[in-house]
T-cell receptor, first 112, second 113 residues
Framework: KAGVTQTPRYLIKTRGQQVTLSCSPISGHRSVSWYQQTPGQGLQFLFEYFSETQRNKGNFPGRFSGRQFSNSRSEMNVSTLELGDSALYLC???????????FGPGTRLTVL | LAKTTQPISMDSYEGQEVNITCSHNNIATNDYITWYQQFPSQGPRFIIQGYKTKVTNEVASLFIPADRKSSTLSLPRVSLSDTAVYYCLVGGRLYTNAGKSTFGDGTTLTVKP
């Protein structure tokens, strides 16, 4: 079974721009969570989607948004990029058993 | 949300057993304890999960005391390739509050030859 895929793997943007990241979960998984990872803040939860609905949300500004499609693929968008948004953005999908999250390789976003 | 506390770093040598303890004093009744391993520039990888007592799989064991306020990940006979960051995660099951799970700061394990 294919794992979680994220595109693009690397991205360079400038301040003020917006960016869209994509995540395809493992086939059959309906829950997709997004995390931001930085050296200073560690792994921080952004939001979780289940069946096209945002079910949980972390403590991030409204510039960070997401959505999930009927095929469970998810996108996250960051508008008006700031230097501090430079991070590894990880997507994780969860199946039906317990809280085992399968993470993708991440998208490395650099904001200049 | 249950906050977790782990040692920032640990050193070991090849072939030794490594035990990493995570403290989670505010764990809720429905919370599970999950451990992940992460290599640089990769996403975390699931290692093991448990609710109480002891769980063992092909790569690790997880010991959880009766009060569940802490847990210990045990890695038998580590090798150089086990050098990574290990995260303890406490959170609910899917369909409840899976998305509210809290990652700790992680423990950087360095295995030396």
């Amino acid at each position: 079974k294919a794992g979680v895929t994220q595109t693009p793997r690397y991205l360079i943007k400038t301040r003020g721009q917006q960016v869209t990241l994509s995540c395809s979960p493992i086939s059959g998984h309906r829950s997709v969570s997004w995390y931001q990872q930085t050296p200073g803040q560690g792994l921080q939860f952004l939001f979780e989607y289940f069946s096209e609905t945002q079910r949980n949300k972390g403590n991030f500004p409204g510039r960070f948004s997401g959505r999930q499609f009927s095929n469970s693929r998810s996108e996250m968008n960051v508008s008006t990029l700031e230097l501090g948004d430079s991070a590894l953005y990880l997507c994780a999908s969860t199946g039906t058993s317990y809280n085992e999250q399968f993470f993708g390789p991440g998208t490395r976003l650099t904001v200049l | 949300l249950a906050k977790t506390t782990q040692p920032i770093s640990m050193d070991s040598y090849e072939g030794q057993e490594v035990n990493i303890t995570c403290s989670h004093n505010n764990i809720a009744t429905n919370d599970y304890i999950t451990w992940y391993q992460q290599f640089p520039s990769q996403g975390p990888r699931f290692i093991i999960q448990g609710y109480k007592t002891k769980v063992t799989n092909e790569v690790a064991s997880l010991f959880i005391p009766a009060d569940r306020k802490s847990s210990t990940l045990s890695l038998p006979r580590v090798s150089l390739s086990d050098t990574a960051v290990y995260y303890c995660l406490v959170g609910g099951r899917l369909y409840t509050n899976a998305g509210k799970s809290t990652f700790g700061d992680g423990t950087t394990l360095t295995v030396k030859p």
